[in-house]
């Protein structure tokens, strides 16, 4: 387990070059420079800016420093906002982006996972049709769309919730609802398709047969077996909630890591750029990794620290 | 002896799309403390079905018993709620299934699949008390190093060893009935020869009445007491082990037991049955098996036989057994 701890780090660590090398390269070969649209300065300040951002050092030397900032997470001063450092911006965004997903999370495995199974047990009947139809609208319709949706019919024309920012959990209901409806209607349908198929098997039968009650075949003895792909897909799940965030927080104009993130590429902030893309990619991965050790630990079957079919 | 179960006159129907299968037709038999009754007979006779419909395990729908009785221990168990029908699996009847490789949840602990059914039904044993309990089962069942083996998956297990594991499960709340339903059919031959004899073992240990389910006769032959043999949906002929592999009346059960490949008859073709059984979505009014029945007379066709008892134990469904067809068979004596 330790070895196969340490080779997944290991592993993380060159993807986790990899992201930084390709975002270097994309940033650099963006035509133009943050400081370009700075107005009214002389030729000497342009000139004392550069070599202050390291801006008119070759690209290679750019590269070191940037991978050396990144070793040490000292991203430097933002260029836009020189009075912030970028580790303040993530620093006071990543809260609040954290919480955001983390809701959204819970939200959409807890109502997926309950949707799903009563899906399963009513298979055919009407209660399944409907959770189904909601499941495939909640795929369908972009969160987006369901932000403005919301936004229009629980803010603005029946005033529930408050239209947007983050100050209080009232302030949460909407953007958790609009960022958690997709992922839980994808849970949603794979857990009541496995479920179903779980339900056929030998070892549920025989659960019956030793006279179990109904809740506990179905949460100790199918629930565990029906999760495994629900587990699997949690990482892409995963991505598609973190980069949700981006929109979801600028249309509820929550002040999160994703509005820096969505900034800093229209204004060429390249220490910010960096940093978040390095902090967004590391906590994917790391989340990944977390949902592999999970898959581990659900089924006794996966040895983590073994080849297939040694 | 005291008789522990009657089935009598179960019919169990399953609706499809193509139409309403006739699964059971009428099945009668009585079993015995401490016996083991096989139900021998073909795939899609009806004899998983009819095991099924006694621990009130068909799905319903489709399935649904819609006429008879299962008289266990006074109780009708036709009648019984699906709660009080809990209260009964696994302690008063238990059930081992065909493949280990499949019956075991594959994510959970031996241990934990061996006591939960002990904790289900007996509320206040203490945890020490049912692990105890799960270790003497285990080493009745013939695993060795029992404390260690417990804390494994099936995974970890061979289907011989597994099916061990099924075994102690079914036994482990002392149940007075045990169902198995084609115990050996997944194991290889080595291994069914032991599984089997642990079957006498524990048969001897405990007192237990088995059902066995079964299309194996050599299985029948090695720990039958009594064999009911089934065709289309119906017991066709029931009695002891000697009476049906001696002196089967049944033209079917004869054909049966010819059916077998014998090592002592080298070199000479398999002797089959020939035709097919009948469609059950629409069965025959009479005997289901005259179309491939080589002595089928007129009134076959007509009319179900009536239960000829030859014997106490040996009861056959035929009409060659009535009086009327002795005399004709004694004028012409071409059989």
Same mark, same amino acid.
């Given at each position: 387990?330790?070895?196969?701890?340490?080779?997944?780090?290991?592993?993380?660590?060159?993807?986790?070059?990899?992201?930084?090398?390709?975002?270097?390269?994309?940033?650099?070969?963006?035509?133009?420079?943050?400081?370009?649209?700075?107005?009214?300065?002389?030729?000497?300040?342009?000139?004392?800016?550069?070599?202050?951002?390291?801006?008119?050092?070759?690209?290679?030397?750019?590269?070191?420093?940037?991978?050396?900032?990144?070793?040490?997470?000292?991203?430097?001063?933002?260029?836009?906002?020189?009075?912030?450092?970028?580790?303040?911006?993530?620093?006071?965004? #990543?809260?609040?982006?954290?919480?955001?997903?983390?809701?959204?999370?819970?939200?959409?495995?807890?109502?997926?996972?309950?949707?799903?199974?009563?899906?399963?047990?009513?298979?055919?009947?009407?209660?399944?049709?409907?959770?189904?139809?909601?499941?495939?609208?909640?795929?369908?319709?972009?969160?987006?769309?369901?932000?403005?949706?919301?936004?229009?019919?629980?803010?603005?024309?029946?005033?529930?919730?408050?239209?947007?920012?983050?100050?209080?959990?009232?302030?949460?209901?909407?953007?958790?609802?609009?960022?958690?409806?997709?992922?839980?209607?994808?849970?949603?349908?794979?857990?009541?398709?496995?479920?179903?198929?779980?339900?056929?098997?030998?070892?549920?039968?025989?659960?019956?047969?030793?006279?179990?009650?109904?809740?506990?075949?179905? #949460?100790?003895?199918?629930?565990?077996?029906?999760?495994?792909?629900?587990?699997?897909?949690?990482?892409?799940?995963?991505?598609?909630?973190?980069?949700?965030? #981006?929109?979801?927080?600028?249309?509820?104009?929550?002040?999160?890591?994703?509005?820096?993130?969505?900034?800093?590429?229209?204004?060429?902030?390249?220490?910010?750029?960096?940093?978040?893309?390095?902090?967004?990619?590391? #906590?994917?991965?790391?989340?990944?990794?977390?949902?592999?050790?999970?898959?581990?630990?659900?089924?006794?079957?996966?040895?983590?620290?073994?080849?297939?079919?040694? | 002896?005291?008789?522990?179960?009657?089935?009598?006159?179960?019919?169990?129907?399953?609706?499809?799309?193509?139409?309403?299968?006739?699964?059971?037709?009428?099945?009668?038999?009585?079993?015995?403390?401490?016996?083991?009754?096989?139900?021998?007979?073909?795939?899609?006779?009806?004899?998983?079905?009819? %095991?099924?419909?006694?621990?009130?395990?068909?799905?319903?729908?489709?399935?649904?018993?819609?006429?008879?009785?299962?008289?266990?221990?006074?109780?009708?168990?036709?009648?019984?709620?699906?709660?009080?029908?809990?209260?009964?699996?696994?302690?008063?009847?238990?059930?081992?299934?065909?493949?280990?490789?499949?019956?075991?949840?594959?994510?959970?602990?031996? +241990?934990?699949?061996?006591?939960?059914?002990?904790?289900?039904?007996?509320?206040?044993?203490?945890?020490?008390?049912?692990?105890?309990?799960?270790?003497?089962?285990?080493?009745?069942?013939?695993?060795?190093?029992?404390?260690?083996?417990?804390?494994?998956?099936?995974?970890?297990?061979?289907?011989?060893?597994?099916?061990?594991?099924?075994?102690?499960?079914?036994?482990?709340?002392?149940?007075?009935?045990?169902?198995?339903?084609?115990?050996?059919?997944?194991?290889?031959?080595?291994?069914?020869?032991?599984?089997? +004899?642990?079957?006498?073992?524990?048969?001897?240990?405990?007192?237990?009445?088995?059902?066995?389910?079964?299309?194996?006769?050599?299985?029948?032959?090695?720990?039958?007491?009594?064999?009911?043999?089934?065709?289309?949906?119906?017991?066709?002929?029931?009695?002891?082990?000697?009476?049906?592999?001696?002196?089967?009346?049944?033209?079917?059960?004869?054909?049966?037991?010819? %059916?077998?490949?014998?090592?002592?008859?080298?070199?000479?073709?398999?002797?089959?049955?020939?035709?097919?059984?009948?469609?059950?979505? %629409?069965?025959?009014?009479?005997?289901?098996?005259?179309?491939?029945?080589?002595?089928?007379? +007129?009134?076959?066709?007509?009319?179900?036989?009536?239960?000829?008892?030859?014997?106490?134990?040996?009861?056959?469904?035929?009409?060659?057994?009535? +009086?009327?067809?002795?005399?004709?068979?004694?004028?012409?004596?071409?059989?």
């Amino acid at each position: 387990m330790l070895k196969y701890i340490m080779k997944r780090l290991l592993i993380m660590v060159v993807t986790l070059w990899i992201i930084v090398t390709l975002t270097f390269v994309l940033m650099v070969s963006i035509p133009g420079s943050p400081l370009n649209e700075e107005r009214g300065t002389t030729e000497q300040v342009q000139k004392n800016l550069e070599s202050f951002y390291n801006l008119d050092k070759p690209y290679y030397v750019q590269y070191l420093l940037y991978i050396k900032s990144i070793a040490t997470f000292d991203f430097g001063p933002s260029i836009k906002q020189p009075d912030r450092t970028v580790n303040d911006l993530l620093g006071n965004g #990543f809260p609040i982006s954290f919480e955001l997903g983390m809701w959204t999370i819970i939200v959409a495995v807890i109502s997926g996972i309950i949707l799903g199974i009563i899906a399963a047990l009513r298979h055919n009947g009407i209660v399944d049709y409907l959770a189904m139809t909601i499941a495939v609208l909640g795929i369908s319709i972009p969160n987006f769309v369901l932000a403005t949706l919301l936004i229009q019919q629980l803010a603005v024309n029946h005033p529930i919730f408050p239209p947007a920012t983050w100050s209080s959990p009232m302030h949460m209901v909407l953007p958790i609802i609009a960022l958690a409806t997709g992922p839980m209607a994808i849970i949603a349908r794979l857990t009541r398709s496995t479920m179903l198929e779980v339900l056929t098997q030998d070892y549920i039968k025989m659960a019956r047969a030793k006279g179990l009650n109904p809740w506990k075949i179905i #949460f100790k003895h199918a629930l565990k077996n029906a999760l495994m792909p629900v587990v699997t897909i949690m990482g892409t799940l995963l991505a598609g909630i973190l980069t949700g965030t #981006f929109v979801i927080e600028k249309i509820f104009a929550i002040p999160g890591m994703g509005r820096y993130f969505v900034e800093s590429i229209n204004q060429r902030d390249y220490p910010v750029i960096m940093g978040t893309t390095v902090f967004y990619s590391a #906590f994917l991965i790391f989340a990944l990794f977390l949902v592999d050790i999970a898959y581990g630990i659900l089924d006794p079957r996966i040895k983590l620290h073994k080849k297939a079919g040694e | 002896m005291e008789k522990i179960l009657t089935v009598d006159n179960l019919h169990v129907t399953f609706k499809t799309y193509g139409g309403t299968v006739q699964a059971v037709r009428g099945v009668h038999f009585d079993l015995y403390k401490g016996e083991t009754l096989a139900i021998v007979g073909e795939s899609g006779c009806g004899k998983s079905v009819t %095991s099924n419909a006694i621990m009130r395990l068909i799905p319903n729908p489709p399935g649904k018993i819609t006429q008879g009785r299962i008289i266990f221990k006074n109780k009708d168990l036709t009648r019984l709620s699906e709660k009080n029908m809990r209260k009964i699996r696994g302690v008063d009847i238990s059930m081992i299934f065909q493949d280990p490789m499949t019956a075991l949840n594959p994510t959970l602990t031996i +241990e934990s699949q061996l006591i939960e059914g002990l904790r289900q039904h007996k509320k206040n044993i203490s945890h020490r008390a049912a692990r105890q309990k799960a270790l003497d089962i285990m080493k009745l069942v013939g695993i060795s190093n029992p404390e260690e083996r417990m804390k494994q998956y099936p995974h970890q297990f061979s289907g011989g060893m597994r099916q061990r594991i099924v075994i102690a499960i079914a036994l482990i709340c002392e149940p007075d009935l045990l169902i198995a339903d084609e115990p050996t059919t997944a194991l290889d031959v080595t291994i069914q020869a032991q599984i089997l +004899e642990l079957f006498e073992k524990i048969q001897k240990v405990t007192g237990v009445a088995i059902i066995l389910i079964t299309h194996d006769l050599g299985v029948v032959a090695k720990i039958a007491d009594r064999i009911a043999v089934m065709y289309a949906g119906k017991i066709i002929e029931v009695g002891t082990k000697r009476e049906i592999f001696y002196h089967s009346e049944h033209p079917y059960t004869k054909g049966l037991l010819q %059916s077998v490949p014998r090592l002592d008859l080298k070199g000479e073709s398999l002797t089959p049955i020939d035709g097919t059984p009948p469609d059950l979505f %629409s069965p025959p009014s009479g005997c289901p098996f005259a179309a491939r029945c080589p002595y089928a007379m +007129e009134v076959c066709d007509k009319a179900y036989p009536a239960q000829t008892a030859l014997t106490g134990t040996h009861q056959v469904d035929c009409w060659l057994q009535d +009086e009327r067809a002795k005399k004709l068979l004694a004028h012409t004596t071409t059989i």
